[in-house]
Structures are given as C-alpha cells and as structure tokens.
C-alpha cells in the first residue's frame, strides 16, 4: 500500500491538494482528492505536502495552507485509516504570519513515526521551521510536535534549536527527524551560514 500526495495544479496558485493510492505494489494506482476544505481554512494556497505511514497502517498528509489578513501559514495534518481511499481527522498545528517579503511563517515539514517513549505504543511526528521576526532579525526555528493517538491530537509545537530559545537563530530549514527502536527522537538540520552548510543534530 502507497500513497503520494501532490499540488493540484488544475486551480490556480496551487488551492487544494491531490493524493493516490495503490494496493498492489503500484501496479494500478487511484486519485482520492484529499478533500482538504475539511481543513476548515479559507485558502488559496496549500503547499509542500508530506505524507507517512504509521506502525498500524494510518496514513497521514501534512501541507501548509496559506490564510488570513495579515497573510499567514497553518500547518495541517490529515489522516487516512483506509489506505488513502479517504482522508479526514484535519488537525491545524500552529499558524505563524509570513514575513513580509520572505519566508511563510511555517515553512518545510517532514515525518517521522515510530515507537513512543521508552519503546511502548506508537508515536508520530512532524518536525518543521517556523519563521518568525523577533528584535528586527529573522529568528527559524526548528519545532517538533507529536501525536500519540494517530493523529486526533498533537502537542504544542516545541523548540529544538537551542540558539533560538534564547533568541534569534536565522539559517535554519528542514528539519529531519527519525525513532530510534528505543522511542528516542532524532533530528537533523542544516544550518546555511554564507556558501557553507552546517549538518546539526
């Protein structure tokens, strides 16, 4: 079972998302519209989707959906128990207003699903950046949420980049995470200083 999620460039400026599933090994493949006005945002933009599964065979979608007056980006994550047949459980984790004339407010977010902490149950996460201006300067942090119910609730977002707990920490963009068989969450991320990139972990 597979499924990939796509912008639907059949609308203009990218309004609603796409996703297909195949049963037999990509054999044959079927559109299932991701029916993301569920998401209960007024959106004509939706973007970077990504897309996992869970140890129980849950598929989740994540995409940013740009909204509101000043512009701003929520991040959302849907939830599919059939396969990509259907979507539903939308979930808004956090909404950040765009820099004027830079980044989306959240930007470049990936999975990562596994065991939970110490092992036991299941745990998925998305780990994303959030541009914010704080003292005059852009400040991208680095945030990780999770979910232990498949999807019906996530905690707040939490900041992983120690510089930016403290203040602004500009130049970082995606970040990566991965479970360990022990539950322990890792994550990896650039940091872009000039013509030079720094992996940190």
Same mark, same amino acid.
């Given at each position: 079972n597979l499924v990939v999620v796509g912008h639907d460039d059949r609308t203009a400026n990218f309004e609603n &998302?796409?996703?297909?599933?195949?049963? @037999?090994?990509?054999?044959t493949w079927t559109a299932a519209p991701l029916g993301d006005a569920g998401d209960g945002?007024?959106?004509?933009? /939706?973007?970077?989707p990504a897309v996992i599964f869970d140890p129980s065979g849950n598929a989740y979608a994540a995409y940013g959906a740009r909204n509101g007056t000043p512009a701003g980006t929520t991040v959302v994550v849907a939830r599919s128990t059939d396969g990509g047949a259907t979507w539903g459980t939308f979930r808004q984790l956090?909404? @950040?207003v765009n820099i004027t004339g830079g980044p989306p407010g959240n930007d470049r977010w990936t999975f990562a699903s596994g065991p939970g902490p110490g092992g036991t149950g299941q745990r998925v996460y998305l780990a994303w950046t959030q541009n914010v201006v704080e003292s $005059? *300067?852009? @400040?991208? /942090?680095?945030?990780? *949420? *999770? *979910?232990s119910d498949a999807g019906v609730t996530w905690s707040a977002p939490v900041i992983v980049n120690d510089a930016s707990i403290a203040g602004t920490d500009a130049?970082?963009?995606t970040a990566l995470p991965?479970? $360990?068989p022990d539950g322990d969450l890792y994550l990896?991320?650039? @940091?872009?200083? $000039?013509?030079? &990139?720094?992996?940190?972990?």
């Open positions: &998302m796409n996703t297909f599933f195949t049963t @037999d090994g990509g054999g945002i007024v959106s004509n933009f /939706r973007f970077d956090a909404t @950040d $005059g *300067s852009t @400040d991208q /942090r680095i945030v990780v *949420s *999770s *979910s130049n970082n963009l991965a479970v $360990g990896a991320s650039p @940091d872009i200083t $000039g013509n030079q &990139m720094t992996l940190q972990f």
